[in-house]
């Protein structure tokens, strides 16, 4: 349900708002995140315009419908107009940042795991051990793709855990596998030559990556890196409480079921592919509802 009108009344503490709507008063309840976000803009007689949920709560001395989504809060005066946060602008100008990038490049990490028996004690410090790459132009055209297994330094050999999750014998991954300082020197090149924008889904991969030129005693290259996050863009732009798993959004971006394989190239694929669907639902919103509702 979509409501738009002048706000009445605003309670911070019970974190609500009243709207007048045909010279009836309803009230609507904020989650934390949303309030924290909006309460600047909170007050009696600007313009909002939400979305919200069709069934009723209680919030101290109100009955409220939750707020899902906010579009846009205004002040409206006789002789002037202030547009204080508008969801349609933000979209389109994430839309077209998004749509001007030129080489991108796809990155996925697969990383070290602590053993089974690991409760947490002492350092246990997270490396690169396998990279899944695709590089492409503005157009879509792939100009590279990466895929190894790469030697831990910390580590003589990976745990138990971790070749389970990689569904790998300890044998195969010794054999398959290169030396960090060669895939240093494969990264470092494809930076230069391409110059990309380097996409991945939530910030792990960048912090795992950068730590690893210190472990090795490699030049760090984050001058040379620009990292776009879209995990976070896509729970800032969905309003998300909490974050989707990958193969999950993707799952229901294209409206099928596929399980995770765990594998590098795989998900740097699979992050590509979600990479596109979104920037199709910021012009189309066709998903909006879909992911708020199943991932809220």
Request: aromatic fraction near 14%.
């Amino acid at each position: 349900m979509r409501i738009r009108g002048p706000i009445h009344m605003i309670e911070l503490d019970n974190k609500v708002i009243g709207i007048k709507v045909n010279k009836k008063i309803e009230f609507f309840y904020f989650q934390n995140s949303q309030m924290n976000l909006f309460k600047k803009y909170l007050y009696q007689d600007n313009w909002i315009e939400i979305e919200y949920q069709n069934k009723k709560i209680s919030r101290g001395r109100f009955e409220c419908f939750p707020v899902s989504f906010i579009y846009k809060i205004e002040a409206i005066g006789r002789r002037d107009h202030i547009v204080y946060y508008d969801k349609l602008s933000i979209t389109s100008s994430l839309y077209d940042f998004l749509d001007k990038l030129n080489n991108t490049m796809f990155l996925d990490l697969e990383m070290t795991m602590p053993g089974y028996q690991f409760k947490g004690k002492g350092q246990f410090r997270t490396e690169v051990i396998q990279a899944g790459i695709i590089i492409l132009d503005k157009e879509g055209k792939e100009l590279y793709k990466y895929s190894k297994y790469i030697k831990p330094k910390l580590q003589s050999k990976l745990s138990n855990r971790a070749l389970d999750f990689l569904h790998l014998s300890e044998e195969e991954f010794e054999s398959t596998s290169i030396e960090y300082d060669e895939f240093y020197e494969a990264f470092n090149e494809m930076l230069d030559k391409y110059n990309p924008a380097i996409i991945v889904y939530g910030k792990n991969d960048s912090i795992v990556l950068n730590d690893s030129y210190e472990i090795n005693d490699k030049p760090s290259l984050k001058e040379k890196t620009r990292f776009i996050n879209i995990l976070q863009l896509m729970k800032s732009y969905y309003e998300l409480k909490n974050e989707p798993g990958l193969f999950k959004l993707y799952n229901v971006f294209y409206d099928i079921d596929e399980n995770q394989v765990h594998d590098a190239l795989d998900d740097c694929i699979t992050t590509y592919k979600v990479f596109e669907a979104f920037k199709d639902d910021l012009k189309n919103k066709n998903k909006i509802s879909t992911i708020r509702t199943i991932f809220n």
